[in-house]
Nanobody
Framework: QVQLVESGGGLVQPGGSLRLSCAVS??????MGWYRQAPGKERELVAF???????IYADSVKGRFTISRDNAKNMVYLQMNNLKPEDTAAYYC????????WGQGTQVTVSS
């Protein structure tokens, strides 16, 4: 079974930046996405990147977040700039559309 291992979250002030990383075996065959889930809310798709590098972003993060991938390293990244308190959530990577299983996620907290 594919394993999803997210890292890079933390506490950051509004306007700050974080880079999330996700290790996934065999990603070259999949469109990959980053998702997030805030307390009391449903999980939502933040961005995805196709096998050939095409990207789509949720309106709420467009212009601030950048998704990228390194197939040789089996890694997917999410560069997050100009973070806002409403970006606070647990962030997960998964295929798009998602598999039925998830990794442990990485917590991002944006607060002053």
């Amino acid at each position: 079974q594919v394993q999803l291992v997210e890292s890079g979250g933390g506490l950051v002030q509004p306007g700050g930046s974080l880079r999330l990383s996700c290790a996934v075996s065999g990603i070259s065959a999949y469109t990959m996405g980053w998702y997030r889930q805030a307390p009391g809310k449903e999980r939502e798709l933040v961005a995805f990147i196709t096998i050939i590098g095409g990207t789509i972003y949720a309106d709420s993060v467009k212009g601030r977040f950048t998704i990228s991938r390194d197939n040789a390293k089996n890694m997917v990244y999410l560069q997050m700039n100009n973070l806002k308190p409403e970006d606070t959530a647990a962030y997960y990577c998964n295929r798009h559309p998602a598999w039925t299983f998830w990794g442990q996620g990485t917590q991002v907290t944006v607060s002053s």
